[in-house]
């Protein structure tokens, strides 16, 4: 198996990002947005997912949160994409459903490298801290345009902390199941024979 990792680094007008990604890690994160909740998240995904990574992000907080929390799900789906290279030999296909507390979250993926983005429900406070409530869905929908994934995302609840939480610890349980390798696979998963 070849070293499935990537380093990407993003910088605009509104932000400056570096991404780190080991697919076969032991969920070890280092993550610095500016936006605390949003951090919280992404080591969440690292642990879940069993995904070492390092996140720095400098973005225009002074405006609001969108621009960070986008272009890193940007930056995150293109080192996704470039850890997983051809795809060869990984399961592809994953579904996970994680409660927490009251909330439930469930996400479908295909890393089939056809991005694609449906979404299902809400969440019921707009903001948890300085983090957009809306901002989840966002950036699942921008790490599934870059990385290539096929992603069907869907959270009820009562509480915002609980259903974004619950929806980046599935995403993360998701990804891992689809990116393991299948050992009894040498191919990419795929009658095309690519994805």
Do not use: W
Not at 96 to 103: K, N, S
Not at 137 to 161: I, K
Not at 164 to 186: H, M, N, P, S, Y
């Amino acid at each position: 198996m070849t070293d499935r990792t990537a380093a990407v680094r993003r910088e605009t007008a509104e932000t400056e990002i570096e991404v780190t990604l080991g697919l076969d890690g032991d969920g070890d994160s280092t993550v610095d947005t500016g936006v605390g909740f949003f951090d919280h998240m992404l080591e969440a995904v690292a642990t879940h997912g069993l995904f070492d990574l390092t996140v720095r992000c400098d973005g225009d907080l002074e405006i609001d949160d969108h621009h960070t929390v986008e272009d890193v799900g940007i930056a995150l789906g293109e080192a996704l994409a470039e850890a997983l290279d051809d795809g060869r030999g990984i399961v592809r296909y994953a579904d996970r459903r994680v409660p927490l507390d009251e909330a439930v979250a469930d996400v479908v993926v295909d890393v089939s490298g056809r991005p694609r983005f449906y979404f299902d429900g809400g969440f019921s406070q707009p903001s948890v801290g300085e983090f957009t409530s809306d901002m989840a869905r966002h950036f699942a929908e921008s790490l599934a345009t870059n990385a290539g994934l096929t992603l069907h995302v869907a959270v009820e609840g009562d509480n915002a902390h609980h259903e974004i939480e619950a929806l980046f610890k599935a995403l993360a349980r998701a990804l891992d199941d689809a990116t393991r390798i299948d050992d009894r696979r040498g191919d990419t998963p795929s009658t095309k024979g690519e994805l």
